[in-house]
């Protein structure tokens, strides 16, 4: 059996789509800005596979003879967040956005909730989930009502501290918004955000966990489970897809242990599909607007891509995208709804192949299709024989 190694490097657009204004984005461009705030990064080694010959590529410069296949990607889905994202990378269209709430719940969610759980709540607000808990830790310990948050993404946050709700019991409140949020409310994920410690110390724990929907079948996923294909999570990937079709799910603290995780997979599992996303790009720099921090993170991968292109076997295929924007230079802590962008590397892969701009991130997930000789998906174009020497 064959060896795909996926990885997504949650968040880095490359440039405003047609439809960008209609999502309240206008002139982003996630990898450009980012590229020029710093005066220029340090990507010699995404660059030497074709990441400046993208089509459309703004700031990032060209090079002569490209060793890796590139392309842009459109998005056909509806929405900007990471579950529509990943979602239509394994063939799954959304074509009604996954409701968000930037100003909270509606009270008919929340009375709701509060009536099924027994107890009142503290904040219903967009926030960074740090901040909130520095904000309403001490409330919450001296109420002993959960804090209610979400974010960007289509998210049902539940912050509480460890000895004030018991983990059993926060997950069992999770578990109570999860049937609640259904319909119109059906949000993409709760989530248990568990912490720990003392007023101006707090700090949250491992013992997050995810409650999400399952993506619709027929998708990438569910054949490979069908075709006995491993699919080895690395990261939120296990969360985004609700564990569906994998086969074994490490999740891990930061980019550094995301990458550290994907070489240990590629030295331990010899066959199917490694799938790893990296969520500090997104989760730590472009929502907090720190562009600084976004570009270092950027220059981090782009070093350790050499190992592990020399961790391939000789039939590998390496896959490195995103799922949409995160723009550090623009207004607000939204994603920006972004193409992005796409690199393809490995011993049986031609070099210097311009893929041009495709329609959708299912192209990737049509060409895993025909690399594992599994059914065609409803969406998305293969590549596979533009690129196979």
């Not at 590229?35 to 990441?51: P, Q, R, T």
């Not at 909270?104 to 027994?118: C, L, W, Y």
Request: with cysteine; charged share 25%; proline share 5%.
């Amino acid at each position: 059996m064959k060896r795909a190694i996926w990885i997504v490097l949650d968040s880095v657009g490359m440039g405003a789509m047609p439809d960008s204004e209609h999502y309240g984005d206008k002139n982003v461009n996630t990898l450009a800005h980012t590229y020029a705030f710093a005066n220029g990064l340090d990507l010699k080694n995404m660059l030497s596979y074709g990441l400046g010959n993208i089509e459309g590529m703004k700031e990032l410069p060209k090079i002569e003879e490209p060793k890796g296949c590139f392309a842009r990607l459109g998005e056909l889905s509806k929405g900007k967040d990471t579950t529509t994202g990943h979602w239509e990378m394994i063939g799954v269209l959304t074509e009604v956005p996954f409701p968000t709430y930037p100003n909270g719940f509606p009270k008919e969610v929340m009375d709701t909730f509060e009536q099924a759980i027994g107890t009142k709540t503290l904040g219903n607000c967009t926030a960074s989930g740090t901040a909130i808990i520095e904000e309403l830790g001490e409330e919450h310990v001296k109420t002993g009502y959960p804090i209610i948050y979400t974010s960007a993404d289509s998210v049902f946050q539940i912050a509480a501290h460890e000895d004030v709700i018991p983990l059993e019991k926060l997950y069992e409140m999770c578990e109570i918004a999860r049937k609640i949020l259904a319909g119109k409310h059906e949000v993409a994920r709760v989530i248990a955000r568990p912490f720990t410690g003392t007023v101006g110390q707090f700090s949250r724990t491992a013992n997050r966990r995810d409650y999400a929907i399952s993506p619709p079948m027929p998708n990438l996923l569910s054949y490979c489970e069908e075709a006995k294909v491993p699919v080895i999570a690395v990261g939120k990937i296990e969360d985004i897809f609700n564990k569906q079709g994998v086969s074994v799910a490490i999740h891990t603290k930061d980019n550094a242990d995301g990458v550290k995780t994907t070489l240990e997979c590629m030295e331990k599992y010899p066959e199917g599909l490694i799938f790893t996303n990296l969520v500090d790009f997104d989760m730590k720099w472009g929502h907090r607007r720190d562009a600084a921090n976004y570009g270092k993170g950027l220059e981090a991968f782009d070093a350790v891509l050499p190992q592990i292109v020399e961790t391939m076997k000789a039939d590998d295929i390496l896959i490195i995208t995103a799922d949409h924007g995160c723009d550090p230079t623009a207004p607000g802590t939204d994603h920006t709804r972004e193409y992005v962008p796409l690199l393809v590397i490995g011993q049986g892969i031609k070099e210097g192949i311009d893929l041009g701009t495709r329609k959708s991130f299912a192209d990737i997930g049509q060409t895993l299709c025909q690399y594992f000789n599994l059914p065609d998906l409803k969406i998305g174009e293969s590549f596979l024989e533009n690129i196979s020497k």
